[in-house]
């Protein structure tokens, strides 16, 4: 089993929707939880980053965690054709010892419309 | 400020050769991570320098892959064997260190691109 699920897609919705991106992993151990943006031809690169369970918002973006269900949550407001991109979750243990990679889901491609 | 730099952006050998790959990160990142993308999977940690000692190497395959970061700045992924599994996307990301909470930021290199044939 996959420490990290994520749905790949792909998803494809019109511009101005609300899009709702998850992830569902098993290792408790996890703490600290991003969403990440990856152009085609692209290396990631960093949109939200969560420490524990709770919302960040930052313009039309939010991240929510539930680490009761061990669940996480990208919502996307009022999408935009250049918001068409892979988007993968990671997510890390704290940074104690060596523990410091990133344990990735396999992404969702999302496609908005104009 | 120049982000994460990888050489080349993709690599076409034939199974049995060398490849080498390399990594510039951010000026004054310390840490620097190689990671990998096989076809149709998730991205996975291959190994974690701190300057030029490698702090956990537990995501590489197999010994026919060698990293080194000799002085502490780029690093180099070299694949002597190259077999037919190791196609894919290999990323490097760096980073400061964890800040506060243990907040850490990764950033990414574009990648380059292995083709094994």
């Known amino acids: 089993q996959k420490e990290v699920e994520q749905d790949p897609g792909p998803l494809s919705v019109p511009e101005g929707a609300i899009v709702s991106l998850n992830c569902t992993y098993s290792?408790?151990?996890?703490?600290?939880f991003m969403w990440y943006r990856q152009y085609s031809r692209k290396g990631p690169e960093l949109l939200m980053y969560?420490?524990?369970?709770g919302n960040k918002e930052d313009g039309r973006f939010t991240a929510q965690v539930d680490k009761s269900s061990k669940y996480i949550s990208l919502f996307i407001r009022d999408s935009q054709p250049s918001d068409s991109a892979t988007y993968l979750c990671a997510m890390k243990r704290p940074s104690s010892g060596s523990a410091r990679q990133l344990t990735f889901g396999s992404g969702t491609q999302l496609t908005v419309l104009p | 400020e120049a982000g994460v730099t990888q050489f080349p952006s993709h690599s076409v050998i034939e199974k049995g050769q060398t490849v080498t790959l390399r990594c510039d990160p951010i000026s004054g990142h310390d840490n620097l991570y190689w990671y990998r993308r096989v076809m149709g999977k998730e991205i996975k940690f291959l190994l974690h320098?701190?300057?030029?000692?490698?702090?956990?190497e537990s995501g590489m395959p197999n010994n026919r892959f060698l990293a080194e970061r000799t002085g502490g700045t780029y690093s180099t992924l070299k694949v002597q064997p190259a077999e037919l599994e190791d196609s894919g996307v290999y990323f490097c990301?760096?980073?400061?260190?964890?800040?506060?909470?243990?907040?850490?930021?990764?950033?990414f290199g574009p990648g380059t691109r292995l083709l094994v044939l």
């Open positions: 320098f701190v300057k030029e000692s490698k702090q956990d």
């Open positions: 990301a760096s980073s400061q260190g964890p800040l506060g909470q243990g907040q850490e930021t990764q950033y």
């Open positions: 969560t420490y524990s369970s």
């Open positions: 290792n408790s151990a996890f703490q600290y």
